[in-house]
Nanobody, 119 residues
Framework: EVQLVESGGGLVQPGGSLRLSCAAS????????MGWLRQPPGKELEWVSD????????YYADSVKGRFTIDRDNANNMMYLQLNSLKPEDTAMYYC????????????RGQGTQVTVSS
């Protein structure tokens, strides 16, 4: 059974930073691209970022490019999302997901971790 467990969310002031983590289990982690999705309050789910199986190729939504960084640790079945220069519009539930292909149509996703950007 695929399990994806996010952590690291919280309340942060505009301009601040957070690092989200995703612990994966139940599948051969290194064989799959991974990604992050988010859902702002009252809005639809949106794709944020993808990373290739070995971590050498990354993709970002225009809204986060230059501020967020995705990476992964295949030895420990972990994925991360570094969020810098946070804005109030980044407030959302963030989900770790498997095999998204730059869309919200991912094979699996976790339960999410809440990120709130507010002064």
């Amino acid at each position: 059974e695929v399990q994806l467990v996010e952590s690291g969310g919280g309340l942060v002031q505009p301009g601040g930073s957070l690092r989200l983590s995703c612990a994966a289990s139940g599948f051969t982690f290194r064989s799959y691209s991974m990604g992050w999705l988010r859902q702002p309050p009252g809005k639809e789910l949106e794709w944020v970022s993808d990373i290739s199986q070995l971590g050498g190729v990354t993709y970002y939504a225009d809204s986060v490019k230059g501020r967020f960084t995705i990476d992964r640790d295949n030895a420990n079945n972990m994925m991360y999302l570094q969020l810098n220069s946070l804005k109030p519009e980044d407030t959302a539930m963030y989900y770790c997901a498997k095999s998204c292909a730059h869309s919200v149509r991912c094979a699996d996703r976790g339960q999410g971790t809440q990120v709130t950007v507010s002064s």
